[in-house]
T-cell receptor, first 111, second 117 residues
Framework: GEDVEQSLFLSVREGDSSVINCTYT??????LYWYKQEPGAGLQLLTY?????DMKQDQRLTVLLNKKDKHLSLRIADTQTGDSAIYFC???????????FGPGTRLSVLP | GAVVSQHPSWVICKSGTSVKIECRSL??????MFWYRQFPKQSLMLMAT?????????EQGVEKDKFLINHASLTLSTLTVTSAHPEDSSFYIC?????????????FGPGTRLLVL
């Protein structure tokens, strides 16, 4: 079945760049998403990328997609303490209605 | 961006009672909504897919008689946890699918934290 993997933890210093990685198995994925979850809150859509793209930039966020390796990454430039949260990668296959989520990466930003 | 609300945000109830959670899409129509459950420090687990005007589709291992889903309109889906027990205590999150000819995504509600005593 479909599977999405992420590393569970990442620590960076304030002002540095953060790179969160994700791998997925469904080669028919059409959209791939990054969501942010702050403590006790729901999920906030950060950005998404269509499978025929290899890069998308949105202000401090850069998404890179390597479709051949089924690898997705989210780069956060100039990471701030407010970026501390759990980041979920999710994919949606061509024929599925629902999303498949990764386990989430807990980003800690150190002062 | 699109907004999805959930009500209530917090609920504490006694074991054996039923709890209803509402999920609303506020500025778009959602023919499909999803209900997820999240245990502490874990990822989201899809419970069921709610389709407007038809029966919900439940994931394997989710009891449909315990978790009743009603998608009465294009902007409202409800999840009722019947005869709740302490093991049902969890964070329940709904999402609504927004589909246009350009793209498709899911917008999530803020979640409902259920504590069953």
């Amino acid at each position: 079945g479909e599977d999405v993997e992420q590393s569970l933890f990442l620590s960076v210093r304030e002002g540095d760049s953060s790179v969160i990685n994700c791998t997925y198995t469904d080669s028919s994925s059409t959209y791939l998403y990054w969501y942010k979850q702050e403590p006790g809150a729901g999920l906030q859509l950060l950005t998404y990328i269509f499978s025929n793209m290899d890069m998308k930039q949105d202000q401090r966020l850069t998404v890179l997609l390597n479709k051949k390796d089924k690898h997705l990454s989210l780069r956060i430039a100039d990471t701030q303490t407010g970026d501390s949260a759990i980041y979920f990668c999710a994919e949606r296959g061509r024929y599925g209605q629902n999303f498949v989520f990764g386990p989430g990466t807990r980003l800690s930003v150190l002062p | 961006g699109a907004v999805v609300s959930q009500h209530p945000s917090w609920v504490i109830c006694k074991s054996g009672t039923s709890v209803k959670i509402e999920c609303r899409s506020l500025d778009f129509q959602a023919t499909t909504m999803f209900w997820y459950r999240q245990f502490p420090k874990q990822s989201l687990m899809l419970m069921a897919t709610s389709n407007e005007g038809s029966k919900a589709t439940y994931e394997q291992g989710v009891e449909k008689d315990k978790f009743l889903i009603n998608h009465a309109s294009l902007t409202l889906s409800t999840l009722t946890v019947t005869s709740a027990h302490p093991e049902d205590s969890s964070f329940y999150i709904c999402s609504a699918r927004d589909r246009t000819y350009l793209q498709e995504t899911q917008y999530f509600g803020p979640g409902t934290r259920l504590l069953v005593l």
